[in-house]
């Protein structure tokens, strides 16, 4: 057998695309033991597939999480307002929806609602519901951070445009000029300071 024509031909591609071709399986692991180029070939067509999988995945969502972990019965992270951790794209938006849910006043919202839910030396994290846009700003010693818990809004960071959802967080860059439009009747959010 012709060895380079049977690889040419497309056979371990379609092995590695048809696991569950049993005779296409056993054809190829019996070749694999008389011609170490078959194995060669199968390990650089594997390589292949995986950096093309690596090119064209997508970040799930971060919600994906929260829904995935309910399905299989795990229970879900519970805050204590006295020692919340940081916000990042980590957090999960419905703990900490539920965590400060108690602090929400009653709709229909005002204008504006901040009620801080800790400040220390490192860091201030202010729960905050806003029919209002925020103009163009910037912080020089501050880093500023958002994490949607409901709503929706569109942020403006330096040249780049984030639509931001319940579960997104965004972390603004010091020294950068930001804006944020908000894009449903509301959003509720926990605004995070870090000081720097």
Same mark, same amino acid.
């Given at each position: 057998?012709?060895?380079? #024509? @049977? ?7 379609? @092995? ?13 692991? +019996? ?13 650089? !067509? ?14 799930? #969502? ?7 972990? +309910? ?16 916000? #990042? ?5 419905? #703990?900490?929806?539920?965590? &400060? ?27 905050? !519901? ?10 020089? &010693? ?18 780049? &445009? ?6 997104? @967080? ?15 009747? @509301? &959003? ?9």
């Amino acid at each position: 057998m012709d060895i380079k #024509s @049977y690889i040419d031909e497309g056979n371990l591609e379609q @092995y590695c695309f048809e696991l569950d071709n049993v005779s296409l399986g056993n054809e190829i692991a +019996a070749l694999r033991l008389g011609h170490p180029e078959i194995g060669q070939e199968l390990n650089r !067509i594997e390589l292949s597939i995986e950096e093309l999988a690596k090119t064209h995945a997508i970040m799930p #969502s971060l919600q994906l999480k929260g829904r995935i972990m +309910a399905a299989l019965g795990i229970a879900e992270e519970v805050l204590d307002l006295n020692h919340l951790p940081p916000t #990042s794209k980590y957090s999960n938006y419905e #703990s900490w929806l539920k965590a &400060v849910e108690h602090l929400i006043p009653a709709a229909p919202f005002d204008d504006f609602f901040a009620h801080v839910l800790q400040q220390n030396e490192q860091m201030a994290q202010t729960l905050v !519901i806003t029919k209002l846009n925020v103009p163009d700003e910037v912080h020089d &010693v501050v880093a500023e951070s958002f994490f949607i818990l409901e709503g929706t809004c569109t942020c403006t960071v330096g040249h780049e &445009v984030f639509t931001l959802n319940a579960g997104d @967080y965004l972390a603004i860059p010091l020294h950068t000029n930001h804006d944020i439009r908000i894009d449903s009747p @509301y &959003v509720i959010a926990i605004l995070q300071h870090q000081f720097v």
